[in-house]
Protein backbone atom coordinates (compact mmCIF):
# COMPACT_ATOMS: atom_id res chain seq x y z
CA UNK A 1 0.00 0.00 0.00
CA UNK A 2 2.64 2.25 1.11
CA UNK A 3 4.46 1.68 -2.37
CA UNK A 4 0.87 1.96 -4.09
CA UNK A 5 0.24 5.86 -2.65
CA UNK A 6 3.95 6.35 -3.39
CA UNK A 7 3.23 5.85 -7.03
CA UNK A 8 -0.11 8.00 -6.79
CA UNK A 9 1.67 10.73 -5.48
CA UNK A 10 4.26 10.69 -8.43
CA UNK A 11 1.46 10.68 -10.90
CA UNK A 12 -0.55 13.41 -9.29
CA UNK A 13 2.67 15.53 -9.04
CA UNK A 14 3.08 14.75 -12.88
CA UNK A 15 0.18 14.88 -14.41
CA UNK A 16 -2.44 16.00 -11.58
CA UNK A 17 -3.63 19.29 -13.10
CA UNK A 18 -3.95 17.57 -16.90
CA UNK A 19 -5.70 14.87 -15.30
CA UNK A 20 -8.05 16.68 -13.45
CA UNK A 21 -8.64 18.97 -15.94
CA UNK A 22 -9.78 15.92 -18.43
CA UNK A 23 -11.76 13.98 -15.94
CA UNK A 24 -13.85 17.11 -15.31
CA UNK A 25 -14.30 17.85 -18.69
CA UNK A 26 -15.46 14.62 -19.87
CA UNK A 27 -18.06 15.12 -15.63
CA UNK A 28 -19.20 18.10 -17.09
CA UNK A 29 -20.00 17.33 -20.69
CA UNK A 30 -22.07 15.04 -19.43
CA UNK A 31 -19.96 11.63 -19.46
CA UNK A 32 -20.91 9.32 -15.99
CA UNK A 33 -17.34 9.26 -14.87
CA UNK A 34 -17.27 7.03 -11.61
CA UNK A 35 -15.56 9.73 -9.49
CA UNK A 36 -17.42 12.20 -7.57
CA UNK A 37 -16.99 15.80 -8.41
CA UNK A 38 -16.29 16.84 -5.02
CA UNK A 39 -13.82 14.49 -4.22
CA UNK A 40 -12.01 15.73 -6.93
CA UNK A 41 -12.21 19.70 -5.88
CA UNK A 42 -11.45 18.95 -2.60
CA UNK A 43 -8.29 16.49 -3.22
CA UNK A 44 -6.88 19.37 -5.86
CA UNK A 45 -7.60 21.96 -3.23
CA UNK A 46 -5.43 19.86 -0.71
CA UNK A 47 -2.91 19.35 -2.78
CA UNK A 48 -2.50 22.86 -3.82
CA UNK A 49 -2.05 23.69 -0.11
CA UNK A 50 0.36 21.09 0.75
CA UNK A 51 2.23 22.41 -2.67
CA UNK A 52 2.23 19.67 -5.12
CA UNK A 53 1.09 21.99 -8.15
CA UNK A 54 3.43 24.80 -7.53
CA UNK A 55 5.75 23.73 -9.97
CA UNK A 56 2.58 23.90 -12.51
CA UNK A 57 1.02 27.35 -11.44
CA UNK A 58 -0.06 26.88 -7.89
CA UNK A 59 -3.58 27.46 -6.23
CA UNK A 60 -4.78 29.92 -9.02
CA UNK A 61 -3.95 27.51 -12.00
CA UNK A 62 -5.53 24.40 -9.93
CA UNK A 63 -8.74 26.17 -9.82
CA UNK A 64 -8.85 27.60 -13.22
CA UNK A 65 -8.42 24.02 -14.12
CA UNK A 66 -11.48 22.75 -12.54
CA UNK A 67 -13.53 25.94 -13.47
CA UNK A 68 -12.99 25.91 -16.90
CA UNK A 69 -14.12 22.72 -17.48
CA UNK A 70 -17.39 23.39 -15.52
CA UNK A 71 -17.67 26.40 -17.58
CA UNK A 72 -17.02 24.48 -20.95
CA UNK A 73 -18.59 21.32 -20.17
CA UNK A 74 -22.05 22.69 -19.14
CA UNK A 75 -22.35 24.72 -22.47
CA UNK A 76 -21.78 21.56 -24.47
CA UNK A 77 -23.82 19.89 -22.23
CA UNK A 78 -26.70 22.58 -22.79
CA UNK A 79 -25.52 22.82 -26.25
CA UNK A 80 -26.63 19.64 -26.78
CA UNK A 81 -29.96 19.46 -24.35
CA UNK A 82 -30.90 22.48 -26.60
CA UNK A 83 -30.28 21.27 -29.93
CA UNK A 84 -30.41 18.50 -31.78
CA UNK A 85 -29.46 15.61 -28.72
CA UNK A 86 -33.19 16.68 -27.29
CA UNK A 87 -34.28 12.94 -27.93
CA UNK A 88 -31.24 11.63 -27.12
CA UNK A 89 -31.01 13.39 -23.71
CA UNK A 90 -34.10 11.51 -22.47
CA UNK A 91 -33.17 8.32 -24.07
CA UNK A 92 -30.14 8.30 -22.60
CA UNK A 93 -30.66 10.09 -19.44
CA UNK A 94 -32.37 6.57 -17.87
CA UNK A 95 -29.06 5.07 -18.21
CA UNK A 96 -27.17 7.51 -15.99
CA UNK A 97 -29.83 8.61 -13.72
CA UNK A 98 -31.70 11.39 -15.19
CA UNK A 99 -35.12 9.81 -15.59
CA UNK A 100 -37.97 11.34 -17.82
CA UNK A 101 -39.39 12.56 -14.34
CA UNK A 102 -36.73 14.22 -13.06
CA UNK A 103 -35.46 15.71 -15.88
CA UNK A 104 -39.14 17.29 -16.52
CA UNK A 105 -39.00 18.66 -12.44
CA UNK A 106 -35.74 20.29 -13.04
CA UNK A 107 -37.23 21.78 -16.12
CA UNK A 108 -40.05 23.31 -14.86
CA UNK A 109 -37.82 25.05 -11.58
CA UNK A 110 -35.08 26.67 -14.47
CA UNK A 111 -38.22 27.61 -16.67
CA UNK A 112 -40.02 29.40 -13.41
CA UNK A 113 -37.07 30.52 -11.75
CA UNK A 114 -34.89 31.60 -14.94
CA UNK A 115 -31.03 32.82 -13.70
CA UNK A 116 -31.61 32.45 -10.20
CA UNK A 117 -33.14 28.79 -10.33
CA UNK A 118 -29.99 27.73 -12.51
CA UNK A 119 -27.26 28.99 -10.09
CA UNK A 120 -29.30 27.82 -6.91
CA UNK A 121 -29.29 24.30 -9.16
CA UNK A 122 -25.89 23.99 -9.65
CA UNK A 123 -24.50 24.64 -6.12
CA UNK A 124 -27.63 21.72 -4.83
CA UNK A 125 -25.47 18.62 -4.46
CA UNK A 126 -27.96 15.62 -6.14
CA UNK A 127 -29.77 18.54 -8.30
CA UNK A 128 -26.71 19.85 -9.96
CA UNK A 129 -26.43 17.17 -12.28
CA UNK A 130 -29.93 17.48 -13.88
CA UNK A 131 -30.04 21.23 -13.83
CA UNK A 132 -27.95 21.42 -17.35
CA UNK A 133 -29.30 19.29 -19.63
CA UNK A 134 -33.24 20.39 -17.82
CA UNK A 135 -31.94 23.86 -18.74
CA UNK A 136 -31.18 23.39 -22.56
CA UNK A 137 -34.44 21.07 -22.87
CA UNK A 138 -36.14 23.88 -21.50
CA UNK A 139 -34.71 25.92 -23.92
CA UNK A 140 -33.83 28.86 -22.25
CA UNK A 141 -31.69 31.57 -23.58
CA UNK A 142 -27.94 31.67 -23.18
CA UNK A 143 -28.11 34.82 -21.55
CA UNK A 144 -30.50 33.34 -19.09
CA UNK A 145 -28.70 30.09 -18.46
CA UNK A 146 -24.99 31.42 -18.92
CA UNK A 147 -24.75 33.81 -15.65
CA UNK A 148 -26.50 31.09 -13.77
CA UNK A 149 -23.89 28.45 -15.05
CA UNK A 150 -20.83 30.84 -13.92
CA UNK A 151 -22.69 32.12 -10.66
CA UNK A 152 -23.21 28.58 -9.91
CA UNK A 153 -20.25 26.90 -10.63
CA UNK A 154 -17.84 29.07 -9.10
CA UNK A 155 -19.36 28.78 -6.10
CA UNK A 156 -19.78 25.37 -5.95
CA UNK A 157 -16.36 25.13 -6.46
CA UNK A 158 -15.21 27.66 -4.23
CA UNK A 159 -16.46 26.44 -0.74
CA UNK A 160 -15.16 23.09 -1.93
CA UNK A 161 -12.10 24.32 -2.62
CA UNK A 162 -11.88 26.38 0.41
CA UNK A 163 -12.58 23.14 2.42
CA UNK A 164 -9.99 21.14 0.53
CA UNK A 165 -7.25 23.84 1.26
CA UNK A 166 -7.91 24.19 4.95
CA UNK A 167 -8.03 20.62 4.80
CA UNK A 168 -4.58 20.29 3.38
CA UNK A 169 -3.33 23.10 5.09
CA UNK A 170 -4.22 21.16 8.51
CA UNK A 171 -2.98 17.97 7.02
CA UNK A 172 0.48 19.59 5.79
CA UNK A 173 0.78 20.80 9.93
CA UNK A 174 0.39 17.13 11.02
CA UNK A 175 3.30 15.69 8.17
CA UNK A 176 0.78 13.13 7.90
CA UNK A 177 2.56 9.61 6.08
CA UNK A 178 0.73 8.92 2.45
CA UNK A 179 -0.72 6.16 3.94
CA UNK A 180 -2.53 7.82 6.98
CA UNK A 181 -3.88 10.08 4.05
CA UNK A 182 -5.15 7.36 1.85
CA UNK A 183 -6.88 6.04 4.54
CA UNK A 184 -8.88 9.27 5.49
CA UNK A 185 -9.90 9.76 1.53
CA UNK A 186 -11.13 5.50 2.08
CA UNK A 187 -13.27 7.35 5.39
CA UNK A 188 -14.65 10.04 3.26
CA UNK A 189 -15.43 8.00 0.31
CA UNK A 190 -17.20 5.05 2.82
CA UNK A 191 -19.05 8.50 4.49
CA UNK A 192 -20.04 9.39 0.91
CA UNK A 193 -22.00 5.87 0.48
CA UNK A 194 -23.39 5.31 3.64
CA UNK A 195 -24.89 9.14 3.55
CA UNK A 196 -26.36 8.87 0.22
CA UNK A 197 -27.95 5.55 1.13
CA UNK A 198 -29.67 7.25 3.98
CA UNK A 199 -30.56 10.16 1.67
CA UNK A 200 -32.06 7.09 -0.85
CA UNK A 201 -34.14 5.95 1.82
CA UNK A 202 -35.37 9.82 3.18
CA UNK A 203 -36.30 10.18 -0.68
CA UNK A 204 -38.58 6.92 -0.54
CA UNK A 205 -40.40 8.28 2.66
CA UNK A 206 -41.54 11.27 0.49
CA UNK A 207 -42.61 8.99 -2.25
CA UNK A 208 -39.81 9.04 -4.68
CA UNK A 209 -38.72 6.18 -5.98
CA UNK A 210 -34.63 6.63 -6.11
CA UNK A 211 -32.86 3.26 -8.26
CA UNK A 212 -29.89 2.12 -7.19
CA UNK A 213 -28.31 3.70 -10.53
CA UNK A 214 -29.44 6.90 -9.67
CA UNK A 215 -28.35 6.73 -5.98
CA UNK A 216 -25.01 6.32 -7.27
CA UNK A 217 -24.90 9.27 -9.97
CA UNK A 218 -25.57 11.26 -7.51
CA UNK A 219 -22.72 10.13 -5.10
CA UNK A 220 -20.33 10.85 -8.22
CA UNK A 221 -21.95 14.46 -8.44
CA UNK A 222 -21.27 14.94 -4.81
CA UNK A 223 -20.04 12.61 -2.27
CA UNK A 224 -18.57 15.20 0.60
CA UNK A 225 -19.72 15.30 4.04
CA UNK A 226 -20.95 18.83 3.73
CA UNK A 227 -22.48 17.85 0.57
CA UNK A 228 -24.66 15.15 1.93
CA UNK A 229 -25.07 17.28 5.14
CA UNK A 230 -26.73 19.63 2.47
CA UNK A 231 -28.83 17.11 0.37
CA UNK A 232 -29.87 15.49 3.80
CA UNK A 233 -31.32 19.01 5.02
CA UNK A 234 -32.93 19.95 2.01
CA UNK A 235 -34.86 16.62 1.56
CA UNK A 236 -35.86 17.01 5.46
CA UNK A 237 -37.64 20.99 4.05
CA UNK A 238 -39.38 19.13 1.47
CA UNK A 239 -40.73 16.18 3.93
CA UNK A 240 -42.04 18.69 6.19
CA UNK A 241 -43.38 20.71 3.81
CA UNK A 242 -45.37 17.99 1.90
Avoid at 187 to 204: E, F, N, P, Q, T
Wanted: hydrophobic content about 55%; overall charge positive.
Amino acid sequence: MPQLAELANQFLNQYGLLAIFVIMMLKEIGFPVPIPADLIMLGAAASAAAGKFDAQGGLVVTFLAILIPMFIGGLVQFGIARGPGRAFVYRIGKYIGLTEARLDKAMSAVQKGGTTAVTIGLTTPGVRIATVPASGLANLSLGVFLPGLILGSAFFLAWHFALGYLGGLALTLLSLPPIVLVGILLVVIALGIVGWRYARRRSKQRGEEISAREAFIEWTDAACPACIAIALTRQNIELRQS
